[in-house]
Nanobody, 113 residues
Framework: QVQVVESGGGLVQTGGSLRLSCVAS???????MGWYRQAPGKQRELVAD???????NYADSVKGRFTISRDKDKNTVYLQMNSLEPEDTAVYYC????????WGQGTQVTVSS
């Protein structure tokens, strides 16, 4: 059984930083791991992802502020979020993909102004 578990969300002031972590288990390795987010009343959107080869992809809104990294041996992906803005407030979902896409339960990130 595949499990995807996020951690690291919380409340932070504008300009602050948070680091999200996500561990996926149940499959030896995943092709792509990444993060989506969903703000109240909005559609879920891609934040960043990273392939098994180390190629990264970012939403324009987070480029230069967020950094995604991955530990392949541990099936773990991290999202370092700096210079946070109120617009980054959302539930952040981790996913891991190999033939199918597996989702975590989400972790709340709230940025106060």
């Amino acid at each position: 059984q595949v499990q995807v578990v996020e951690s690291g969300g919380g409340l932070v002031q504008t300009g602050g930083s948070l680091r999200l972590s996500c561990v996926a288990s149940g499959i030896f390795s995943f092709n792509v791991m990444g993060w989506y987010r969903q703000a109240p009343g909005k559609q879920r959107e891609l934040v960043a992802d990273v392939t098994s080869a180390g190629n990264t992809n970012y939403a324009d809104s987070v480029k230069g502020r967020f950094t995604i990294s991955r530990d392949k041996d541990k099936n773990t992906v991290y999202l370092q979020m700096n210079s946070l803005e109120p617009e980054d407030t959302a539930v952040y979902y981790c996913y891991a993909q190999r033939l199918y896409t597996y989702w975590g339960q989400g972790t709340q990130v709230t940025v106060s102004s």
